[in-house]
């Protein structure tokens, strides 16, 4: 008798179908019924080994359940929710969906989908979608070739070359308000485009560069054929009455020369936007020591400085000094975040709140482009 024999509490059994074959056993009907003990195998039989293997796959495959659950759809994201990434200047959301497109744009200024497909009639149709009727890319100021009708490629600089910061088109009277760049090929080193806040950028430069470009930029252009873009290509006619008729209705001095056509406009270098005043120009770019010096030499010495193809002045004509370029330079390089391309990556940027740029690269990069006004 064990010490609980005592406390085991005593049940009344039903008479029941079983009663009558107990009774007949000579079992007592009522009262406790003492259940013989089983005796335990001491080695699992061949039942065990059978149940003990069928809790096995199961605890596995319901493990493996949970971890594919547990487990991202997308590596970047960790999760289906919105993750960010950059620095305590810039930052770009990555989205799992389209669903927080809109919203994480217009709080941050960039937007990364990770994971889609490199197909361009997919990407456009995309960005449709999203953005609209993506727009046409007028008065260039860089080599493109068109993919689509909305699809362009990315600037065609040497692949050892970096493109400055800028934000697009920002030289012109119009610009695109969103910008859809798609990595259909990444590159093998190198290639990203980095990415700037552009509040950042105007919180960051020194006051005295503010001060000297209170009064904007002037942006002087020189096409001709032989080198650089000519009128036809970055007016996108072969009519020379469009191009004075578009020249007008921009606030552009234009001049016929023997070798093509010069063109001379004033823009400010900084503006308000949702609450914010954003460096929004492209002097340091344009201006003429963006050129490599033997480029710079060479062109100074056939053309002289008025034929440079394109090159950046203070608001009142003056020119820029290196210590300020190199300013703007150095806040563009604190503000700005970088990540490695993905093929099928769609990065969304709001091109007033966010500037951009490209690094050099090896390998066959393949970055597409299409602009909109806005999200739809
Ligand atoms: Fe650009």
């Known amino acids: 008798m064990t010490r609980w024999a005592g406390r085991r509490p005593t049940v009344r059994r039903l008479p029941s179908a079983d009663a009558a074959g107990r009774r007949r056993r000579g079992f007592p009907v009522t009262g406790a019924t003492p259940r013989p003990a089983r005796p335990r195998p001491r080695h699992p039989g061949r039942l065990s080994l059978r149940r003990t293997a069928y809790a096995w796959r199961w605890r596995s495959f319901a493990g493996k359940l949970v971890r594919r659950a547990r487990r991202p759809l997308n590596p970047w994201i960790g999760s289906r929710q919105m993750k960010l990434m950059g620095n305590e200047h810039t930052t770009i959301a990555v989205v799992p969906d389209v669903e927080g497109i809109r919203g994480s744009l217009m709080e941050h200024g960039a937007v990364l989908l990770r994971g889609g497909s490199t197909d361009i009639g997919e990407f456009e149709r995309f960005v449709r979608t999203v953005g609209g009727e993506p727009l046409e890319y007028t008065e260039r100021s860089t080599p493109r070739t068109s993919v689509t009708d909305a699809v362009y490629t990315s600037t065609e600089y ?6 400055p910061m800028h934000n697009e088109a920002s ?4 610009w695109p308000g969103v910008l ?5 090929t990444a590159a093998e080193t190198g290639g990203a485009t980095p ?16 001060d000297h470009f209170a009064e904007g930029v002037v942006y002087t252009r020189s096409y001709r054929s032989d080198i650089g873009l ?5 007016f996108q006619t072969e009519e020379p009455a469009d191009v004075e008729a578009y020249c007008k209705t921009h606030n552009q001095e234009f001049e016929w020369t023997p070798d093509g056509l010069r063109t001379r406009h004033h823009r400010p270098a900084h503006q308000d936007y949702r609450g914010r005043r954003v460096w929004f120009n492209q ?3 344009f201006h003429a020591s963006s050129l490599s010096p033997d480029i710079y030499e060479t062109l100074m010495e056939i053309y002289g400085e008025d034929g440079l193809p394109r090159n ?7 020119p820029i000094p290196a210590e300020d370029l190199s300013a703007i330079k150095a806040a563009y390089d604190t503000a700005s975040f970088a990540f490695p391309w993905e093929p099928g990556d769609v990065l969304i940027v709001d091109n007033m709140r966010c500037a951009h740029g490209r690094q050099p690269f090896t390998g066959k990069r393949r970055i597409l482009v299409s602009m909109t006004a806005g999200l739809k």
């Open 283 to 285: 002097a340091n770019l």
């Open 195 to 210: 990415i700037a806040d552009s509040s950042a950028v105007y919180r960051l430069l020194p006051q005295r560069v503010l």
């Open 171 to 174: 030289y012109s009277e119009t």
């Open 158 to 163: 040497p692949a050892d070359a970096s493109i």
């Open 230 to 234: 000519s009128w036809q290509e970055a």
């Open 180 to 184: 859809f760049f798609i990595c259909a």
């Open 312 to 318: 950046a002045y203070f608001g009142d004509g003056s």
